[in-house]
C-alpha cells in the first residue's frame, strides 16, 4: 500500500487517535452515527456560508454535539483555553452554530447544537479533554460572527471591499 505520510507521522496520529478514544465523552461523540469533516451551507443574512465540523452526529432525537479537533502540546483545559482565547477559537464556534443552526432551522428548547473542542496532547501518552466555551466568549463571538456578516452583505452589495492602504507598511 502507498502511504501518503511518513511513519512517524502516522505512528503520532494513531497515537493521538488513540488517546482521544480513551476519553469516555469523546469516544461517546463519535460512536454516535455522524459523518467526518462534514460541510455545512447555509445563507445568513443574505451571506453564503460554510461550516465544516470533524465530527457532526446525525439529526436524532438526541442533542447534536459537534467536535472540532485540536492538537495542542498540552491539552489541560486552563492551557488550552488560554490558546483559544488568543486564537480567537470564539468566532470559528460562533460562526460555525450560526451554519449549523441556520440550515437546521429552528429546534426544540434544550435541543440546540453544541459544538465542543476535543483537544489531544501531541506528545504521549496523548491525554484529550474536551472543553466547551464559557458563555460569555460565546455571546460574544455571536457579536462578532453578526457583525462580520453585516461587513460581508454590505461589502457584496456595494462591490466595495476594504484593503490595506496605498501606503508602506
Known sequence: PISLIGAADNALAKG???????????RAILERPGSGECSVFATIEGVACKARFDYLPDVSDQ???ALDLKTAFSAHPAKFTKNAARLDYGVQHGSYLSVLNAALGPMPRGMEPELLFA????RPPHFASLIGLPDVWVQ??????????????????????????????
Open 16 to 26: 493521538m487517535a488513540e488517546g482521544a478514544l480513551k476519553h469516555p465523552t469523546i
Open 63 to 65: 442533542r447534536i454535539v
Open 119 to 122: 483537544v489531544i496532547d501531541k
Open 140 to 169: 460574544r463571538a455571536k457579536e462578532k460572527t453578526a457583525r462580520a456578516l453585516r461587513i460581508i452583505r454590505d461589502c457584496e452589495e456595494s462591490g466595495i471591499w476594504p484593503d490595506y492602504g496605498t501606503g508602506i507598511h
